[in-house]
């Protein structure tokens, strides 16, 4: 098998695999971490106060609720860096399978901080409560994604970008470029 067809067909399986993990696999995403994210935030909290956990919800000295929901999880945080680092060429097998472990790793102790500050500020009626929710529940999580994203670029010294170098990849492969090349060297006969 020729260099090029084993590149077409590594690209296939990354982007196959990404498109089957996507498509079953987000309430995985959501279960995991879900738990994950519920008692590492439980952890927390009880450095501070006595909890008590009711279903979904951390209740802090029993009076104070912090419910974790689905959003709260940030699957689709988790989902966005699954595509990123599936999306690009370049990386063996065991540094990719380390470099999302790290970035999953590092999602989850952001988003557990994120939490415990703002459950700490909720229980004690801090009005940066409201405003700092909705901060991070608009801008957080994607500004979250994309600085460990940068960071695990720097980290794993990923040199490739997502998605575009397997575009640049077919182009380049592809009769699109030696059209446009032959039309080239046409132009420049005249």
Not at 67 to 73: A, K, W
Request: aromatic fraction near 22%; charged fraction near 15%; include cysteine.
């Amino acid at each position: 098998m020729g260099e090029d067809c084993k590149k077409v067909f590594e690209v296939f399986l990354r982007y196959a695999f990404l498109f089957v993990i996507l498509l079953f696999g987000f309430k995985i995403f959501y279960s995991l971490f879900f738990y994950l994210t519920f008692f590492s935030s439980n952890l927390l909290f009880k450095q501070l106060f006595n909890t008590a956990l009711v279903g979904n919800t951390i209740f802090l000295e029993s009076l104070v609720p912090i419910e974790i929901t689905g959003p709260c999880v940030g699957g689709a945080a988790y989902s966005l860096l699954l595509i990123l680092n599936l999306a690009t060429p370049g990386v063996g097998l065991l540094k990719r399978i380390f470099s999302l472990l790290f970035s999953f790793l590092v999602f989850l102790l952001v988003n557990v901080l994120r939490i415990f500050a703002l459950g700490v500020l909720f229980y004690y009626n801090s009005p940066l409560f409201d405003p700092l929710h909705k901060l991070f529940w608009y801008f957080g999580s994607t500004v979250f994604v994309v600085l460990i994203w940068f960071l695990e670029v720097k980290i794993f010294d990923i040199k490739e970008v997502p998605f575009y170098s397997d575009l640049k990849f077919f182009y380049l492969h592809s009769t699109l470029r030696r059209s446009s090349m032959r039309g080239r060297k046409r132009g420049r006969k005249r």
